[in-house]
């Protein structure tokens, strides 16, 4: 099975900082994606990636970047931290094309509290 | 308009029923649907995936996709307690790269 492996479950930070929360998977997949999940408001994309070094805007880029140096790790970062960001964050990958009978693999998750 | 539109429940069925949670969308060039299950504080875990108009049957679980009227269903037969949880139905776009997601339906089988 595809495994998803996000760095931290939990983290605090405060206003301003610079935050990276990362993501890994171990099966070759083309795709990865960072989600954010807040409720009432479903799952929102920020960012996704078809390949090393490539980057695509979701719907709520605004205030966060990513990283794709390796094919294996896409890396979310956001600039300065704000409360607004507060939020369960989730990375997902997938072969390119999407595989209609696997869809996503997505991580754990990682709640997001900034102070 | 929403992309993907779902009531967000509670659903509340008794163990042993059939539960019917139904997903519209908008874009009518989509042709792939996907449901997935999220229990509290988890991340969502794909149940099925359907593609052509009519059901596809898993087990328990059947999907329904009717294309002219834009709208995808998730039939869970005999209902169990640990079918309580948040269901998503998502749809490809993105030149069949990525998936836009409901807001999920909240489901609650009660003994």
């Known amino acids: 099975d595809v495994k998803v492996t996000q760095s931290s479950r939990y983290l605090v930070k405060r206003t301003g900082e610079k935050v990276f929360l990362e993501c890994v998977q171990d099966m070759d997949h083309e795709n990865m994606f960072w989600y954010r999940q807040d409720p009432g408001l479903g799952l929102r994309l920020i960012y996704f990636?078809?390949?090393?070094?490539?980057?695509e805007k979701g719907d709520i880029p605004e205030g966060y970047s990513v990283s794709r140096e390796k094919k294996e790790r896409f890396s979310l970062i956001l600039e300065s931290a704000s409360t607004n960001q507060t939020s369960m964050y989730l990375c997902?990958?997938?072969?390119?094309?999407?595989?209609?009978?696997?869809?996503?693999?997505f991580g754990s998750g990682t709640r997001l509290t900034v102070v | 308009q929403k992309e993907v539109e779902q009531n967000s429940g509670p659903l509340s069925v008794p163990e042993g029923a059939i539960a019917s949670l139904n997903c519209t969308y908008s874009?009518?060039?989509?042709?792939?649907f996907f449901w997935y299950r999220q229990y509290s504080g988890k991340s969502p875990e794909l149940i099925m995936s359907i593609y052509s108009n009519g059901d596809k049957e898993d087990g328990r679980f059947t999907a329904q996709l009717n294309k002219a009227s834009q709208y995808v269903s998730l039939l869970i037969r005999d209902s169990q307690p640990s079918d309580s949880a948040t269901y998503l139905c998502?749809?490809?776009?993105?030149?069949?790269?990525?998936?836009?997601f409901g807001t999920g339906t909240q489901l609650k089988v009660e003994l």
């Open positions: 990636s078809y390949d090393v070094k490539m980057k």
């Open positions: 998502a749809f490809l776009t993105g030149g069949g790269n990525k998936l836009t």
């Open positions: 997902a990958s997938s072969l390119l094309p999407l595989d209609l009978d696997y869809g996503y693999t």
């Open positions: 874009d009518r060039v989509s042709q792939s």
